[in-house]
């Protein structure tokens, strides 16, 4: 029974039951079949995965192989090549079937720097937080570990330029600088405090010497501007946009999008997404690639955005892309994620009982001009 004090000020449509009343209603035809177990684990506790602190002296790699856990990255990384040592049968397939679609296909290397650790399995424990070293650097940085793959996707090069265009609070730009491969990182985001949030982060993992002006730039720009700041300019560009953040949407009234009074907001998210993306792509060098990436399901969101992106970016600015299959990256990661089946454009990790990481949705495109 709900006490009269407060069923007085408790609003009657809590954001929270309206996004679950939303997803029910669009996922549950997007979706089909795999939206009742995807919507149990959204309810559900999420996991998270322990991003290594390379620079770090305190970093428990031992302690957190005692509790059980072992780096997602690199097993993934181990497993493939085995599977590949007795011809990778499954690579080539989809290869064949991404060569037929018209996608290009690239083996994707990564940095051994960059490690992630998970649970197992059906392993529910929670990480400890990280204790800053002597330096006070923290040896972990908890995050969802979903959130790693896009990074993972934009396959950083020795000496390459990046762009992080929605960077705070910083988790992916902190998994980038991990792997000590980028000659130059500019971490953008609108939000005057939340950049605060994202040099705080990057401050509190990486040393000084590494934060230069000459390595890294901090700035709170409107990303849909981008264009007009900077122009074939980035090898690697990162476009983590907002979105509904669906999990996020379900659990906390707090700061919810499905708020009533956010409902223009919401509604102009895919406008707002493209516009980033475009702008995102017009600061790619030719030749450069750029990583979409959300943490929502939602169609509209995702493939969509996509898709009128590589047509607004042709008709517009005549920028021909092409779009880079990640099937190397599911069959890497199958054994920690579930993905959705086949997606006509990118990749989606769905949230699982099991494996209760994401949604984060990612597709990659190449700028051929
Ligand atoms: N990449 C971040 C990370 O890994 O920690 C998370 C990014 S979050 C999904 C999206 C971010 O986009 C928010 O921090 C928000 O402030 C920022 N944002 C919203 N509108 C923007 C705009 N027009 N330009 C740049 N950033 C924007």
Same mark, same amino acid.
Request: hydrophobic share 40%.
């Given at each position: ?81 085995f ?5 990778n049968e ?26 992630? #650790?998970?649970?197992? *399995?059906?392993?529910? =424990? $929670?990480?400890? !937080? ?6 006070? @650097?923290? /040896? ?46 500019c ?70 999008? #499905?708020?009533?009074? *956010?409902?223009?907001? =919401? $509604?102009?998210? !895919? ?6 993306? @475009?702008? /995102?792509?017009i ?77 984060i ?5 190449r700028?051929?001009?």
């Amino acid at each position: 029974r709900v006490k009269e004090k407060w069923a007085a000020t408790r609003p009657k449509h809590p954001p929270t039951r309206l996004a679950l009343q939303h997803f029910d209603a669009t996922y549950g035809t997007e979706l089909g079949s795999l939206w009742p177990s995807i919507r149990i684990a959204l309810l559900s506790e999420k996991k998270y995965g322990a991003l290594i602190n390379v620079f770090s002296s305190d970093v428990s790699l031992a302690e957190l192989q005692v509790q059980g856990c072992r780096d997602f990255i690199n097993d993934g990384v181990v497993q493939t090549s085995f599977e590949g040592g007795a011809k990778n049968e499954s690579s080539d397939v989809s290869m064949a079937k991404a060569e037929a679609d018209g996608l290009q296909e690239s083996p994707l290397q990564h940095s051994p720097n960059l490690q992630c #650790f998970v649970f197992q *399995r059906g392993d529910i =424990r $929670r990480f400890k !937080p990280a204790r800053p070293d002597q330096f006070g @650097l923290f /040896g972990y940085y908890l995050m969802d570990a979903a959130s790693v793959l896009p990074c993972l996707a934009l396959d950083v090069k020795d000496g390459d330029t990046v762009l992080d265009l929605c960077a705070a609070p910083g988790g992916k730009s902190l998994a980038l600088l991990q792997t000590q491969l980028i000659r130059f990182l500019c971490a953008n985001d609108s939000s005057v405090s939340r950049t605060k949030r994202l040099k705080q982060v990057l401050q509190s993992y990486i040393p000084k010497q590494f934060l230069t002006e000459d390595t890294l730039r901090i700035t709170s720009f409107d990303g849909t501007m981008w264009g007009e700041i900077e122009k074939n300019a980035f090898d690697r560009v990162l476009v983590d946009v907002p979105c509904t953040t669906d999990r996020h949407s379900l659990m906390e009234d707090d700061n919810n999008i #499905f708020n009533k009074s *956010r409902t223009g907001e =919401r $509604r102009s998210l !895919p406008q707002l997404q493209l516009e980033l993306l @475009l702008a /995102g792509i017009i600061a790619a060098c030719p030749g450069g690639e750029i990583v979409y990436s959300t943490c929502t399901l939602s169609l509209n969101q995702n493939q969509s955005v996509v898709e009128q992106a590589i047509h607004l970016a042709q008709e517009q600015h005549n920028i021909h892309l092409q779009v880079v299959s990640l099937r190397p990256l599911v069959q890497m990661f199958k054994n920690t994620f579930h993905f959705a089946p086949e997606l006509h454009l990118g990749e989606m990790v769905i949230p699982h009982l099991a494996a209760n990481f994401g949604p984060i949705y990612l597709c990659k495109l190449r700028r051929l001009t």
